[in-house]
């Protein structure tokens, strides 16, 4: 006999903790049951079918259901289940893996050292960027600079790179040795300001922290070229050529992180080619697999390999499930399929403009004051009386109640204070972002 709704909230309640979840106010009405997925839609136990418009957690980027990503698992699970690269060995779809991904991220790369998260992988720079001044005799120079809002993660390392307040009232973080420039938040820091001025000053503020800090002891910059998880912060488009030149005059490494923009979400397979920066070295996760299965990993560009790899001796760093075989057979399953549909082009020539032609037409809703897309992302700043450019009140929480009414008309989008972001998967048509964005309109107006 299946378990009913409420024995599986029952035992939720018991023994599950969580990720990110405040237990006693989720115990006052139960989980959600989520028990399967088709296309872009998922369906609850209770056989409620809901448009996902995040992509699970932005990872889910060729849809739910696909089976060429089941067959690949599979099969590989049959030949060779695990074996690590530690001691000497490899494996078949790892090698495979690690050189597809170099030919999609170009010749400034050369190697991947593979994990199963964006946590791991950004853990990974940390150590990788201060190993490789260490080899180069400047051991001084371990200083990282991150941005206010940034997600890279929930480990230590991760978390500690991450800007977000909430992230830092626990656990003692940050980690010493990383700091925090403000992120490039034209719409929330200078709206009556040029765009393409705010970008240049807001680049500025790296080059004021690398002054402050002393040039000499700055090891790298990390940011995603999109933030995600802090609200789809789109930056000005003169934003990142100037923190390229900056981290180029004073010698520092850049870091991208593609977790969420890598794999095609912006229109290209990675963010960061679409903003004119040109990383040392990029970490990704999610949309690798589709999140079919945990993996990520670095793209170490040939700057940071060559001296690892001539000069570094044995980098001691990686994980059980570093290139893990099924992983990577899934991986290398997915990019077969993006590239198969077309997605990354899909994106960049129809359904990113379609959903940003929608979000135009949507910010004449009387509760938008705001929105952005960038390929397959978009982002609604709510406020209380946009000409007058006046906020909600904070406590009002009123995201909160927007993503509220998003739950009752069936739809998953994702409130980050007072703004409502998407995240849909690649693989959505032009219809489904109609029928999506008939929803968000009727969910804004229930919000009202
Ligand atoms: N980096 C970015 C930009 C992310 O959005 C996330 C997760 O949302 C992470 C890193 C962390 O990835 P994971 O949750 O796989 O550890």
């Known amino acids: 006999m299946p378990?009913?709704?409420?024995?599986?909230?029952?035992?939720?309640?018991?023994?599950?903790?969580?990720?990110?979840?405040?237990?006693?106010?989720?115990?006052?009405?139960?989980?959600?049951?989520?028990?399967r997925g088709e296309g872009v839609y998922i369906w609850d136990s209770e056989g409620n079918k809901i448009l996902d418009g995040m992509s699970g957690l932005w990872c889910v980027n060729v849809g739910y259901g696909r089976k060429e990503l089941v067959e690949a698992a599979?099969?590989?699970?049959?030949?060779?289940?695990?074996?690590?690269?530690?001691?000497?060995?490899?494996?078949?779809?790892?090698?495979?893996?690690?050189?597809?991904?170099?030919?999609?991220?170009?010749?400034?790369?050369?190697?991947?050292?593979?994990?199963?998260?964006?946590?791991?992988s950004n853990d990974t720079i940390v150590r990788m960027v201060r190993h490789y001044w260490t080899t180069l005799g400047q051991p001084e120079r371990s200083v990282i600079i991150s941005r206010k809002n940034a997600y890279h993660g929930s480990t230590m390392c991760g978390a500690s790179l991450?800007?977000?307040?909430?992230?830092?009232?626990?656990?003692?973080l940050p980690i010493p040795g990383i700091v925090h420039i403000e992120q490039p938040y034209h719409f929330g820091l200078a709206p009556d300001q040029d765009k393409d001025a705010f970008g240049i000053e807001a680049a500025g503020w790296l080059e004021q922290k690398i002054l402050e800090v002393g040039a000499d002891k700055v090891a790298a910059f990390i940011g995603e070229p999109v933030q995600g998880a802090g609200g789809v912060i789109i930056p000005p488009k003169t934003y990142w050529p100037e923190i390229q030149r900056i981290c180029d005059k004073?010698?520092?490494?850049?870091?991208?992180?593609?977790?969420?923009?890598?794999?095609?979400?912006?229109?290209?397979?990675?963010?960061?080619?679409?903003?004119?920066?040109?990383?040392?070295?990029?970490?990704?996760?999610k949309g690798v697999t589709s999140g079919y299965i945990p993996l990520g990993g670095v793209v170490v560009g040939k700057r940071v390999a060559e001296v690892l790899i001539e000069k570094g001796g044995e980098f001691n760093h990686g994980y059980t499930y570093s290139g893990h075989p099924v992983a990577c057979a899934v991986a290398l399953a997915n990019l077969d399929l993006i590239e198969k549909e077309g997605l990354v082009e899909r994106v960049r020539d129809e359904t990113g403009p379609h959903l940003a032609h929608c979000f135009a037409a949507l910010a004449e809703h009387p509760l938008v004051a705001g929105a952005e897309t960038f390929g397959m992302v978009a982002g609604l700043v709510l406020m209380?009386?946009?000409?007058?450019?006046?906020?909600?009140?904070?406590?009002?929480?009123?995201g909160m109640i927007c993503r509220k009414h998003?739950?009752?008309?069936?739809?998953?989008?994702?409130?980050?204070?007072?703004?409502?972001?998407?995240?849909?998967?690649?693989?959505?048509?032009?219809?489904?972002?109609?029928?999506?964005?008939?929803l968000i309109r009727l969910c804004l107006d229930a919000t009202l």
């Open 74 to 120: 599979v099969k590989q699970m049959e030949v060779l289940p695990y074996y690590n690269s530690f001691f000497q060995t490899t494996n078949v779809p790892a090698v495979q893996l690690a050189d597809r991904i170099i030919k999609l991220a170009g010749e400034r790369y050369s190697h991947v050292l593979f994990g199963s998260s964006g946590s791991e």
């Open 406 to 438: 998003c739950f009752a008309h069936g739809l998953i989008m994702r409130a980050v204070g007072d703004r409502m972001i998407v995240a849909p998967p690649l693989a959505m048509t032009k219809e489904q972002i109609d029928e999506m964005v008939r």
């Open 250 to 285: 004073y010698g520092i490494l850049l870091i991208c992180d593609e977790v969420i923009c890598g794999f095609g979400r912006l229109g290209a397979w990675f963010g960061s080619e679409l903003m004119g920066a040109k990383p040392d070295l990029m970490t990704f996760a």
């Open 3 to 35: 378990l009913t709704t409420s024995e599986i909230q029952a035992l939720d309640s018991a023994h599950y903790m969580h990720p990110f979840t405040d237990h006693k106010a989720l115990a006052e009405k139960g989980a959600r049951v989520i028990t």
């Open 384 to 398: 209380k009386d946009k000409h007058q450019h006046l906020a909600f009140d904070e406590d009002l929480e009123v």
């Open 162 to 172: 991450g800007g977000m307040s909430g992230m830092h009232a626990q656990g003692g």
